[in-house]
């Protein structure tokens, strides 16, 4: 009976017995040598490292990567699989909705305290008033009939509307021009994050484990064994990665999927600053007489800005007495310049940060500089991982000797859209490997060998069919690589 996994090793190769004892008379000369004679110069001695806790780098995991050992699991599949999803936001989520749709069971692992969605994310701060932010993903479009089906039921169910308050782009002095859009643009109505747990039905089928840092994954007996910190997470018959950045290739780096590593090193991501602020009174927006107030606005030419947007006009259009509640982003340039670790931001950063966005803001508004009114509350917070900067255009990565697979809006482009139905593509592609038996795995290969292309798109991202910028987003049939 054929071993459940198999790691292809070269063989070890074991010196003749002619050359053993050439070495041994060498040695054996040599300390002749020396006890008649001169003592040859001593070497010197070898640079001690310096002791302390191991760091880990880009070009680390790369060479760690290029040295693994490809895994191959041989055992049938089973007829009641299961697999982990590392990763809970949409593409995670929309992945094991798509696998429960099959009727496959997942467990998913997400490391957020506050809730699920990843870039669904909505901030809550109870002051004297419920201030309300979208600190990530601020809208969205849908281009693809898959997505547009989906759009619709949260729209039925109360959950998404459209967005018709004026967004355009923002000249820095003031000047705003509406952008036209061919497709509606939608937000979710009590924020984003909401949307994040309605991606997943209402079944058995799925279980969600969080916050969880999953830290290690281990093939062993046809199985893949997950570890938080040591900690054992479960065994599963296959496991998604739908998460990217350092955490991600960490993960990869020793997992004994190289292929997948490598992919997952070839992806550039940008850093973004958001901040948070709120005002007590309106800040003063230009009006025009044919769209009033902006409540969303693309900033050009302003290092420390690309993006502003009113929640509290675009949550609670008919609210008009609370404060206005804004969230802003930089361009992924001053992200670059000014990125620190996110889990650690000094406090110095911190400041330098607000100030400089809110000066960014001045200079948009065509404000005179430390006019602007100072908000009462404000977060800064670094999205260090924020945007793919290129993509394979492939919906989805598997790897069928491996029973592994990538899924997330980087495989086509950086939109929720793509970020959705990359997730259904790789949910629907498990299902049918695991349909198939596991028989035929080389007919399940996609994306493991695909360049990666320039994403075009807004610093916070694409919305296919807001202006002429053309859809990124794969057509639903998937290219095998065989």
Same mark, same amino acid.
């Given at each position: 009976? *054929? ?9 070890c190769?074991?010196?003749?017995p002619?050359?053993?004892a050439?070495?041994?008379?060498a040695?054996?000369?040599?300390a ?6 001169s003592?040859?110069p001593?070497?010197?001695p ?6 302390g806790?191991?760091?880990f780098?880009r070009?680390s995991?790369i ?11 041989? !055992?049938?599949?089973?007829?009641d699989?299961?697999? =982990?999803v590392?990763?809970?936001g949409?593409?995670g989520?929309?992945c ?6 099959r ?5 998913v692992?997400?490391?957020g ?9 909505? %901030?809550t701060?109870?002051?004297? @008033?419920?201030l309300?932010?979208?600190h =990530?993903?601020?809208f969205f ?45 939608y937000?979710?109505? &009590?924020?984003?994050r909401?949307l994040?747990d309605?991606?997943?039905p209402?079944?058995d $089928?799925?279980?969600?484990v969080r916050?969880?840092?999953i830290?290690?994954?281990? *093939?062993f007996?046809g199985?893949?064994r997950?570890?938080e ?6 065994q599963?018959d ?5 998460h990217n950045?350092k955490?991600a290739n ?8 190289p292929?997948l ?9 940008s850093?973004?600053?958001a901040?948070l602020?709120?005002f ?8 025009n ?6 409540e ?15 929640n509290?006009?675009?949550l609670?259009?008919?609210? !008009?007495?609370?404060p ?8 992924a340039?001053?992200g670059?310049?000014?990125k620190?670790?996110q ?6 950063t =911190?400041?330098?940060?607000?100030r ?22 404000t977060?800064?917070?670094l ?6 900067? &290129? ?9 069928p000797?491996?029973?592994a697979?990538?899924?997330?809006? @980087? ?8 970020a959705? $139905? ?6 629907d592609h498990?299902a049918?490997y ?5 028989? %035929?795995?080389?007919?399940? =290969? ?13 610093d ?6 807001l ?6 987003v794969?057509?639903?049939?998937l290219?095998?690589?065989?």
């Amino acid at each position: 009976m *054929p071993p459940s996994l198999l790691l292809h090793r070269a063989p070890c190769a074991r010196p003749s017995p002619a050359r053993a004892a050439s070495r041994l008379s060498a040695s054996v000369v040599s300390a002749a040598n020396g006890a008649g004679g001169s003592r040859p110069p001593k070497p010197p001695p070898a640079p001690r490292r310096p002791r302390g806790k191991p760091r880990f780098s880009r070009q680390s995991a790369i060479r760690k990567s290029f040295q693994q050992e490809q895994v191959v699991f041989s !055992t049938p599949v089973p007829a009641d699989p299961t697999v =982990a999803v590392i990763g809970g936001g949409a593409s995670g989520l929309a992945c094991a909705s798509a696998l429960a749709a099959r009727g496959v069971r997942s467990v998913v692992f997400d490391t957020g305290k506050h809730g699920l969605g990843g870039r669904l994310a909505t %901030r809550t701060v109870h002051e004297d @008033w419920r201030l309300v932010f979208d600190h =990530a993903a601020q809208f969205f479009t849908a281009s693809d009939e898959r997505f547009r089906k989906l759009v619709d039921e949260w729209v039925d169910r109360g959950l998404v509307r459209e967005w018709r308050g004026s967004v355009g782009e923002l000249q820095v002095g003031g000047q705003f021009t509406p952008t036209p859009s061919s497709t509606p643009r939608y937000i979710g109505v &009590n924020g984003m994050r909401p949307l994040a747990d309605a991606l997943l039905p209402e079944n058995d $089928l799925i279980k969600v484990v969080r916050p969880s840092w999953i830290s290690k994954l281990e *093939p062993f007996n046809g199985l893949w064994r997950l570890f938080e910190n040591e900690k054992p997470q479960g065994q599963y018959d296959a496991i998604v990665i739908a998460h990217n950045g350092k955490c991600a290739n960490r993960l990869l780096s020793t997992s004994g999927l190289p292929q997948l590593t490598k992919q997952m090193k070839r992806l550039d991501l940008s850093s973004v600053w958001a901040l948070l602020a709120a005002f007590e009174d309106p800040l003063p927006i230009p009006h025009n007489s044919s769209h009033g107030a902006f409540e969303g606005a693309f900033v050009r030419d302003v290092d420390s800005l690309s993006w502003m947007a009113n929640n509290t006009r675009k949550l609670f259009p008919l609210e !008009t007495d609370r404060p206005e509640c804004w969230t802003f982003f930089s361009t992924a340039s001053y992200g670059r310049k000014n990125k620190v670790p996110q889990e650690n931001i000094p406090n110095a950063t =911190a400041e330098k940060v607000k100030r400089e966005m809110l000066g960014g803001v001045e200079l948009a508004l065509g404000l005179s500089k430390g006019s602007l009114q100072l908000p009462f509350y404000t977060r800064v917070q670094l999205w260090g991982a924020a945007l793919p900067m &290129n993509t394979p255009g492939v919906p989805c990565i598997f790897d069928p000797q491996g029973r592994a697979g990538i899924c997330g809006d @980087w495989l086509t482009g950086s939109s929720i859209e793509a970020a959705v $139905l990359s997730g259904m593509s790789l949910g629907d592609h498990v299902a049918d490997y695991f349909a198939s038996r596991g028989e %035929r795995p080389e007919e399940f =290969a996609i994306g493991l060998d695909d360049s990666l292309i320039r994403v075009e798109g807004h610093d916070i991202g694409q919305f296919p069919g807001l202006d002429s910028q053309k859809p990124q987003v794969a057509e639903p049939q998937l290219t095998l690589s065989i």
